[in-house]
């Protein structure tokens, strides 16, 4: 039997990693230091569990980027994938989990597969050098030993960020009397009904108070270290957004736009806060965009002023993390390995993803790179107009690295069709000149329609592993 490939952290990459190259027949010990080494934002110790959000973002494959991240996982018999599907809720157009089913769905699966052995415990620093074939998915949180030894060995200083935690409310405390059920446009999504969120509706002197407490409200005080870390736009605290305009929030999570008031039709909200389920009980329920850094005290003053939510009881409260990653089109070659030290391969957020899906997708590829360079085979990398190879593309080459005063601009990137190589949209359907969206909804399609196409020929067709 041949050695086994070792993955550092049992996150969405790792987890979705160590399940790839199992299924590929290779031998893995996947470490997780939980509960052994506990760490700011997790609170249990299962595999993949969700530390932000509960949402996997739009599953939409025809007209979203994630979604056909989705899609694509799929075909490839992604673990994270299957059990997002098995313990969905409802959330509209969006696919979002019971996180704590999901979590143990994960684990189970892992721990019952006979190539996989699970070891609790921090690795602190550099794999041991009898380990020849290392995936490193460490994550946000990489533990500050292990970040040292890599940032020693590439010479590259930390590059970082903060995410931001959203509140969680238990229903039975929301006033159903001023909130109601409704999907933004009453659209329905995996398992929704189109009224798959919580809706809290505000006037405009409602709003303006809202807005002024955000940004006068006491926040958590950083570090040194930590002050000139730049926050993610994706996943921006809502003072943050509140202070770069008062209609910022408004044309934000806060857009009242395709929502009507049930209690009230004919009264259009100024703005609306929305909240989604967040377990399958569904008496948990997330503030959607409301991730925050302001005191924990601060937040149940300032959330209970928004109508509805007088009364509210957090089951979790807001809260601000570190994240760590690598400047990868410098530090990582083509097949997410180290240049430095060949035998380390890195994924999931450290190389510069950013969200859930895109985190798993890298588990995705590289414990499959691994795999095949245990068992001899060529690994053919997907193509750049798939979600996978846009992706891939951006984290090891498709990044313009800067020469000048300023250095590397290189950021943490949520897939978009920005990463993906120009497509032919139709101007015409059957004769019609289509307008400005009707073209931009076409554009989107192609995008979509070209990436399956070609993911399933990569992975279908005449294999992504050949054997050498």
């Known amino acids: ?76 018999s992604s ?22 089913g999901f979590s143990q769905a994960v684990t189970a ?44 060995l590439t010479g590259e200083a930390d590059l970082a960020f903060f995410d931001a935690i959203a509140p969680i409310v238990h229903r039975e405390s929301i006033d159903m009397g001023v909130a109601w059920y409704q999907s933004r446009y009453d659209k329905q999504g995996p398992g929704g009904t189109g009224k798959d969120y919580i809706n809290c509706p505000m006037s405009r002197e409602q709003y303006e108070d809202f807005v002024r407490a955000l940004i006068d409200g006491a926040k958590t005080d950083f570090k040194e270290w930590e002050k000139s870390t730049p926050y993610f736009d994706g996943c921006l605290p809502i003072e943050v957004m509140a202070e ?25 909200p100024y703005a609306v806060v929305q909240l989604r389920q967040d377990n399958k009980l569904a008496t948990l329920f997330n503030m959607v965009g409301f991730q925050t850094k302001l005191k924990y005290a601060e937040q149940v003053r300032i959330f209970r002023s928004i109508p509805g939510l007088e009364k509210a009881e957090f089951a979790r409260l807001g809260g601000l993390h570190r994240n760590t990653f690598l400047n990868s089109p410098k530090v990582l070659d083509e097949r997410l390995r180290l240049r430095a030290d060949p035998r380390l391969r890195f994924a999931g957020q450290i190389t510069g993803v950013e969200g859930y899906v895109e985190s798993a997708a890298m588990g995705l590829l ?35 690295e800067t020469t000048d005063h300023r250095g590397s601009s290189f950021q943490p990137m949520n897939v978009n069709f920005g990463l993906f190589p120009p497509v032919a949209a139709p101007r015409k359907i059957k004769g019609k000149r289509l307008n400005h969206s009707e073209k931009a909804v076409a554009r989107k399609r192609a995008y979509t329609a070209r990436a399956i196409a070609d993911f399933e020929h990569w992975f279908g067709g005449p294999a992504a592993l050949a054997a050498e």
Do not use: Y
Not at 250 to 258: D, E, F, S, V
């Open 366 to 400: 590289a414990g499959r790179m691994a795999a095949a360079e245990r068992t001899g085979e060529i690994f053919v990398p997907p193509p750049v107009t798939t979600a996978h190879g846009a992706l891939l593309n951006h984290i090891t080459g498709g990044h313009i």
């Open 1 to 76: 039997m041949t050695d086994p490939i070792h993955i550092i952290g049992g996150g969405m990459a790792g987890s979705e990693a160590a399940w790839q190259a199992a299924e590929a027949g290779v031998a893995v010990v996947l470490h997780e230091m939980r509960p052994e080494v506990v760490t700011e934002a997790h609170k249990t110790a299962g595999l993949a569990e969700l530390v932000c959000s509960n949402s996997f973002r739009s599953d939409d494959a025809e007209q979203n980027a994630v979604g056909l991240l989705h899609a694509e996982m799929r075909r490839a």
């Open 109 to 152: 699966a892992l721990e019952a597969h006979p190539l996989i052995e699970i070891a609790r415990g921090e690795v602190a620093g550099l794999p041991p050098a009898s380990w020849d074939s290392v995936i490193v998915a460490t994550g946000p949180l990489t533990s500050p030993g292990l970040a040292q030894a890599v940032r020693e």
């Open 244 to 268: 770069r305009g008062p209609e910022t929030l408004r044309h934000g999570p806060m857009k009242p736009r395709g929502l009507t008031n049930a209690h009230r039709p004919g009264d259009k």
């Open 79 to 100: 673990l994270i994938m299957a059990m997002a599907d098995r313990h969905k809720v409802p959330a509209g157009g969006a696919l979002a989990v019971d996180r704590d």
